[in-house]
């Protein structure tokens, strides 16, 4: 019974923006690390960013810092992703992820999974 399911994603022009949420049922967040993870076609599903389950500290891809912004609201169950000056390589399903890690940027670490959220950068 243990859920998570993306929105928010969608077609946007480079240089825009996007915010995806993550969404828990069944279980409570406030337990376990988030991650963000993306996987575009013919690639490897890839770490963009994570967030400790008490929000003290975060990890970034180096190709998303300064860019993309994670964080949470444990008493609405859900983590969130801002994405700023998107570009034509951030284009991939988005995927959430919950770890009873520490805050890994390896999937590996990921006890649970969300199906994905489709973001494509297009002009």
């Known amino acids: 019974q243990l859920q998570l399911v993306e929105s928010g994603g969608g077609l946007v022009q480079p240089g825009g923006s996007l915010r995806l949420s993550c969404a828990a049922s069944?279980?409570?967040?406030?337990?376990?690390?988030v991650g963000w993870f993306r996987q575009a076609p013919g690639k490897e599903r890839e770490g963009v960013s994570c967030?400790?389950?008490?929000?003290?500290?975060?990890n970034y891809a180096d190709s998303v810092k300064g860019r993309f912004t994670i964080s949470r609201d444990n008493a609405k169950n859900t983590v969130y992703l801002q994405m700023n000056s998107l570009k034509a390589e951030d284009t991939a399903v988005y995927y959430c992820?919950?770890?009873?890690?520490?805050?890994?940027?390896?999937?590996?670490?990921?006890?649970?999974w969300g199906q994905g959220t489709q973001v494509t950068v297009s002009s």
């Open positions: 992820a919950a770890s009873s890690g520490w805050c890994p940027l390896d999937r590996k670490g990921y006890d649970y």
């Open positions: 069944g279980f409570s967040l406030d337990r376990y690390a």
């Open positions: 967030i400790r389950n008490n929000g003290g500290s975060a």
